[in-house]
Every structure is written in structure tokens, then in C-alpha cells.
């Protein structure tokens, strides 16, 4: 990671990073001051290793203290039970407090309409999604919390939910370094597109991309240049035997446009690089967050950092990221008529514009600003190393 890279260049630091990988046995590289290990993928589980792996590498390396990154992965657990001295846990995202969001307050009961074959099979496919993919993780992740004496985080969210599910574990705050991509991107009034809109993601229900499209629709009628750029693939480009084509939420995404007569106004702009998502921030003319729940998402603290004017969802840690009328335009998460009116705004002030991208930028910087963040993370190892952890925070 960009962090890790920085720490490794410190002359009192020496790390080790571990990974599953499809290999037959374990593999030591030391490559740029960093000693990598690539771990061979459990027999049972490809997101899984074997004990004996873990018992390995921690016997190697034997370092002073353990940090595992995301509470989601199996192997996470394992090396959280086999290390006893101190381990720290990074968050990312959280299944916890994202579940409930996970089918973006679809309608799916309405949904269940044998009359719509392919919106009925979307529906059954999102609520087969939640119940067999994200259920049973729940239990896991809070296994894997309750090993960690200590967790990092970034937001009020994240701390809450870390708080509600191991009140004992010492809190630690550290935020993240961006792309270099955005660190040198400026947005500026005079390379907007008119009117664009640029969405980061619409893998998933919860991103509440279905939102901004209804949002969208309320526009169409008054900004008739209007165009909602989406990165990632056109759904309706999908090949036709395709299973995505038929179910999910790409399917529903392409039957939403079309019923809203927005085929003119949405680009699909594929798969983009850093320097591509970079290249969209500063030409749109407002950036939009429409999650129904993130914690700390990296296309809010890049689009900041670039200075495009942003409307965002009140959602999970965005709050902490940045606030109300001051850094951006906020709205409630499954509201599109005031997630219009806060574009609306923008679309018609460009002084409000300007102030938006100003103060963006200026919090940006601080919030993503590496040297800091390095510092934190630093701070963060002397005092989980030097004293156990006493809990609560």
C-alpha cells in the first residue's frame, strides 16, 4: 500500500506483508526493504490458509507487533488468534453497518412481480446476495473484532460500530494517502463540462445509483445538456447471455433508465485509472457521493482533494469526511428530490461552486495530507508497542 511503501523507507521500521496467494507452498520474497510472503490458499477455501502458514511466517518474521488489515477475510482470524502480543486491527468497511443498506432500500417486495420476469429475478437475486453472502459473515467479523486489542479507524462511524462490537479495544484514529493522481488534479470553472455529473461506482445497490438516476430524471426537464457519467461498464453492453444482463443490479439499473427515458443523459464510462477517475473530477461539474452507506469512501476524499464541487449522501462516515454547506452539499441518502435541489444549486451558483471547491480542497489537504498520516500511523505503533492495551476509548 502507499502507506506501507512510506514506512518502509524509515530506517526504524522493517515489515513484513503477508498474503494468500495461488501458490503450492510458502513463499519468502524481500523486495524494496519490504520481506513479502505469499501464502498458498487453503485446499477448502480459497480465501482461507492453513494454521500451520500462520504459525510459519509468525515465526520467521517474529515482529513486534501484528496489524491486520479488513476484518473479512478468514485468514485475518487466524492470525489475530495466533499472535499473542499486540495486535491491531485497520478497518474498512463494515459488514455490520453495512448490511441493512445492502439492497439500497430497493422496493423488493414490489419488485416480486411475475408480470416484470427480469425485475422479479433481480430482486430474488439481491435478496439471495444479502442472505447467503453477507449473513453469514456477520458472525465472523465480529469474531475477528472481539481478537484485537486494538483498532483503526477513520471515522465516527467506524469507531461506533467498532466501539458496539469490542468496547475493550483501544481506538486508534489514522486516515488514508490517495492516488498521486489527485494530489496533482485541480478542478477549475473553466474545464467543466456543463451541467456533467460524474458517479464513481454502481457496482452495488447500496452506492444508490437508482437514486441518483430518479434525481436525475427531476433534472432532465430543465438542464436538457444534463449528462450523468458513470464509471465502470454499461450495463446494457453486457453480452446478452450474460447473467448480469438478466438479474442484479446492473439489470435493474438498464430497465430504470430506459423507464425514466434517460438513455441521452447516462455514460458509462468502463473501467477507469486513477488518472482517468482524476481526468472526470475535473471536468465534471459536480461530483456526486449517492451511497446509501460508506465509512471513509476514497472517491469523496479524491474528488475533495481535485476540488470538484460535491453533493453527498448524510451516510455513515462521510460526516466526519466533510461537513454540511461548508466542504459540500449534503442530503438525506434515499431522498432524490433534495439530492436534485443540492445539484440544482450548484448547477446555478458558480460562486457556490468556487467556495465548495476551496474549502474541499483546503480540508482535503490536511485529511489525506501522507506526512501526517504517516506520523499517526507511527504514533499510533509507539503507543500500542510501549504500554498493553487498558480498553475503552
Request: aromatic share 8%.
Amino acid at each position: 500500500t502507499l502507506m506501507t511503501d512510506r514506512l518502509s523507507a524509515r530506517a526504524d521500521f522493517r515489515i513484513a506483508v503477508a498474503m494468500r496467494a495461488p501458490v503450492k507452498t510458502l513463499t519468502r520474497i524481500e523486495k524494496n526493504g519490504i520481506v513479502y510472503y505469499a501464502m498458498p490458499q487453503s485446499a477448502s477455501d480459497a480465501f482461507d490458509i492453513d494454521d500451520a502458514t500462520v504459525a510459519e511466517v509468525l515465526a520467521d518474521f517474529t515482529p513486534d507487533m501484528l496489524h491486520a488489515e479488513g476484518s473479512e477475510m478468514a485468514y485475518t482470524r487466524r492470525f489475530l488468534r495466533e499472535w499473542s502480543g499486540p495486535k491491531l486491527l485497520s478497518l474498512q468497511g463494515l459488514i455490520t453497518g453495512i448490511e441493512p443498506y445492502e439492497l439500497g432500500r430497493l422496493p423488493v417486495l414490489s419488485m416480486l412481480n411475475p408480470l416484470r420476469p427480469r425485475r422479479f429475478a433481480t430482486a430474488l437475486a439481491l435478496m439471495a446476495n444479502l442472505q447467503l453472502r453477507y449473513r453469514p459473515r456477520l458472525k465472523f467479523e465480529r469474531e475477528t473484532l472481539l481478537l484485537a486489542d486494538h483498532i483503526m479507524g477513520r471515522t465516527l462511524w467506524d469507531r461506533a460500530h467498532a466501539w458496539s462490537l469490542n468496547p475493550a479495544a483501544t481506538y486508534h484514529h489514522c486516515s488514508r494517502i490517495l492516488r498521486d493522481a489527485f494530489y496533482a488534479a485541480k478542478w477549475t470553472p473553466s474545464g467543466v463540462r456543463r451541467h456533467a455529473i460524474f458517479l464513481g461506482n454502481a457496482a452495488a445497490a447500496r452506492k444508490g445509483v437508482h437514486v441518483a438516476m430518479r434525481a436525475a430524471a427531476l433534472l432532465a426537464p430543465h438542464y436538457p445538456d444534463m449528462r450523468l457519467y458513470i464509471a465502470g461498464q454499461d450495463p446494457s453492453k453486457l453480452s446478452k447471455g450474460s447473467l448480469r444482463r438478466q438479474v442484479g443490479y446492473p439489470a435493474y439499473l438498464e430497465g430504470l433508465i430506459r423507464d425514466l427515458g434517460l438513455k441521452q443523459n447516462v455514460i458509462f464510462t468502463g473501467q477507469l485509472s486513477a488518472e482517468g477517475v482524476a481526468e472526470q473530477m475535473e471536468r465534471a461539474h459536480v461530483f456526486l457521493l449517492s451511497s446509501m452507506i460508506e465509512n471513509s469512501p476514497n472517491t469523496l476524499g479524491e474528488a475533495m482533494m481535485v476540488g470538484t464541487p460535491t453533493v453527498a449522501a448524510f451516510a455513515g462516515g462521510v460526516p466526519s469526511m466533510a461537513s454540511d454547506e461548508a466542504e459540500v452539499l449534503m442530503y438525506r441518502a434515499d431522498d432524490p428530490a433534495m439530492m436534485a435541489m443540492q445539484i440544482k444549486r450548484i448547477f446555478d451558483d458558480p460562486k457556490l461552486a468556487s467556495r465548495l471547491s476551496v474549502a474541499a480542497r483546503k480540508r482535503a489537504r490536511v485529511t489525506h495530507d501522507p506526512d501526517l498520516n504517516v506520523q499517526a500511523l507511527v504514533d499510533a505503533y509507539d503507543r500500542i508497542t510501549a504500554t498493553p492495551a487498558e480498553g475503552g476509548s
